[in-house]
């Protein structure tokens, strides 16, 4: 049985390369019938002293990946079965190497488009609801499809955005950047009026009311400032919508990705670098602290489970926990290439307060891996800010 659970899109892609046949018998494989199996079988990851010694006789690279394309055929169950974790000698598993490697190009070709496919599957869903509705017109539904079918031009927001008069969730692309950026915010039903932004104090203290994100970039950037506690707490929410539409002005499909395949995110605490932690409060570690903790390879996992640091919530995309008397809380928003280093990229969108007091303010984090092996790590995000 494989060790790490390979996602239906990879299995269907190599399925599909190798024209859906049993790489052992030849015959035809039914979809309920697949096992994916490994050339190199992935149980050695478990001896690396043993599987360091296979790849250098085989004459593969120290850093070969096992659960790559390039290790991976489409097997019938029983056929899977006889093998079960049998190493091949060598020149066998040349062999087999040498036919997925000749396939390997196809199947990640095949692989994006199943997640394209899928894409376009949840909105043609979300078109028909609005359609019938009568939020959509015939044309602008021919617009969508075509936009979406080339598998280019959309990215998917996986929370809300909240505008003064709506919610926009879903599929959006670089064509809404200028529309959302003056799509104003406030007022909304349960947040202020207006968010009041002030330069200067005292008597020479300037204020400036702003409502939209584009509204609010030019305030910062002339050097205003959320003028109350509140306003600093509502501003949050124009930090979210900014940091997303400015990412779906430069996000790209990823050429690679260690996050989707096999998928993770801010659920797997064994992943994510204590640099993730509130670092604000009086008892809070100094940015130094968690620094020195993360070269030593300590994890929020690892904080966990010594009970310094609390989980409030988790599912797949959202996080809350506790740490040192000060909460955080994490949503993903987004996946895609967002610094054009072609691997694939988190945007969160954070929020952090104290458990006893009325601190708290909202915040900007990018995340990626660059190894299937390695943590998460934190990314510059100064483009997502003004």
């Not at 692309?173 to 799509?183: F, P």
């Not at 030019?218 to 539409?245: L, P, Q």
């Not at 670098?273 to 570690?285: H, I, K, R």
Request: proline share 3%; charged share 25%; glycine share 6%.
């Amino acid at each position: 049985m494989s060790l790490t659970k390979i996602q239906s899109a990879r299995r269907i892609a190599i399925w599909e390369a190798h024209g859906r046949r049993c790489i052992y018998c030849n015959q035809l494989i039914l979809f309920n019938d697949l096992e994916i199996d490994h050339i190199i079988p992935e149980h050695l990851s478990k001896t690396p002293n043993r599987l360091a010694i296979v790849l250098k006789n085989y004459g593969l690279q120290n850093d070969f990946d096992l659960n790559s394309i390039e290790n991976l055929l489409p097997v019938h169950h029983i056929c899977n079965s006889r093998k079960t974790g049998l190493l091949f000698k060598k020149a066998t598993a040349l062999y087999y190497l040498e036919i997925a490697a000749a396939k390997s190009k196809q199947a990640a070709n095949e692989e994006q488009a199943v997640f394209r496919r899928s894409r376009r599957d949840r909105v043609l869903a979300s078109i028909q609801v609005a359609l019938e509705a009568g939020e959509l017109s015939r044309a602008d539904v021919t617009a969508i499809v075509n936009k979406i079918a080339s598998g280019t031009d959309a990215i998917e927001t996986i929370h809300e955005l909240q505008f003064s008069n709506r919610i926009v969730k879903g599929l959006l692309s670089q064509s809404d950047v200028d529309k959302l950026l003056d799509e104003p915010i406030l007022p909304r039903k349960y947040g202020l009026d207006e968010l009041k932004m002030q330069r200067g104090f005292n008597d020479e203290a300037e204020y400036r009311s702003v409502y939209t994100c584009r509204e609010w970039a030019i305030a910062i950037n002339d050097g205003f400032f959320a003028a109350s506690g509140f306003g600093i707490k509502e501003e949050a929410f124009f930090k979210r919508v900014y940091s997303v539409i400015k990412a779906l002005s430069i996000a790209r499909v990823a050429d690679r990705s260690y996050i989707s395949r096999p998928y993770c995110g801010i659920d797997d605490l064994n992943l994510l670098p204590v640099t993730l932690l509130p670092q604000y409060g009086d008892a809070s570690p100094s940015e130094d602290e968690l620094s020195k903790m993360d070269k030593e390879g300590v994890t929020i996992a690892d904080l966990v489970e010594k009970h310094e640091v609390v989980i409030e919530q988790k599912n797949r995309h959202y996080l809350s926990l506790v740490y040192r008397g000060m909460g955080k809380v994490y949503w993903e928003f987004l996946r895609a290439d967002l610094n054009g280093d072609g691997i694939e990229d988190i945007l969160l969108n954070t929020y952090e307060y104290a458990t006893q007091g009325t601190l708290g303010y909202g915040d900007v984090m990018l995340i990626t891996r660059i190894a299937a092996d390695s943590k998460f790590e934190i990314l510059s995000d100064s483009y997502f800010r003004p």
